[in-house]
């Protein structure tokens, strides 16, 4: 057994990714295995880079490769309207969805009081910073339509409320839907009915 130690370590590894269990984690390795040249060696390569320079951007909490990510650089998404989403994944389905022009702002989660996450645990506070120093007129809040996640919205819109508009996304998004499993369709409906809080 000692011979396959490290295949059964990447299997064992594979299989605490979201979506595969410890079979498709073996399938996946053998393929990749057999694609050595084509698939392995590069994907160990780009893991290896992506390991060394991801990082969260300081201004909105977004994956990339620099201290400031490409959105809160474009001077061109500066309109005035900040979506907050619940964590990367959901900023990357809205922006597949490619309707919205703004910025943004992750929180990292969703207030829970079964987990003991309260306000501080989340980046609800550079939120609230980012209101005093940017000029933002409108509040999109695209969080999750699960019990977290609409506790957090009603949170967050008592907390700025007075300081400008805050909205919510509307029609297409389910009660317990995530936004990260909904399609670009949706996303759009949703993003374009949106109403205020």
């Keep these: 057994m000692s011979a396959t130690r490290d295949i059964d370590h990447l299997i064992e590894l594979m299989a605490k990714l979201p979506g595969l269990g410890p079979r ?5 390795v053998l393929h990749l295995i057999r694609k050595r040249d084509l698939l392995l060696t590069p994907l160990a390569d780009v893991m290896q880079t992506v390991a060394a320079t991801a990082r ?3 201004n909105c909490g977004n994956v990339g490769t ?5 959105i809160c650089q474009s001077e061109k998404r500066a309109n005035g309207e ?72 009603h949170y967050i819109a008592d907390q700025i409320e007075h300081r400008v508009s805050v909205t919510s996304l509307a029609q297409g998004v389910p009660i317990g839907g995530e936004l990260d499993y909904l399609d670009d369709g949706t996303i759009t409906a949703a993003l374009n ?5």
Aim: proline residues 2%; hydrophobic residues 45%; contains cysteine.
């Design 66 to 70: 620099t201290d400031i990510c490409d």
């Design 24 to 28: 498709s984690a073996r399938r996946a």
């Design 82 to 153: 900040l979506c907050v989403v619940e964590d990367v994944a959901d900023l990357w389905a809205m922006e597949r969805s490619g309707v919205f022009k703004g910025r943004y702002h992750v929180l990292g989660g969703t207030l829970s009081a079964l987990d003991a996450v309260g306000p501080d645990d989340l980046r609800i506070p550079q939120l609230v910073n980012r209101l005093e120093a940017e000029t933002i007129s409108e509040v999109i809040l695209a969080l999750n339509a699960t019990i977290d996640g609409q506790t957090t919205a």
């Design 56 to 58: 969260e951007c300081l």
């Design 193 to 197: 009915a949106r109403k205020k809080l």
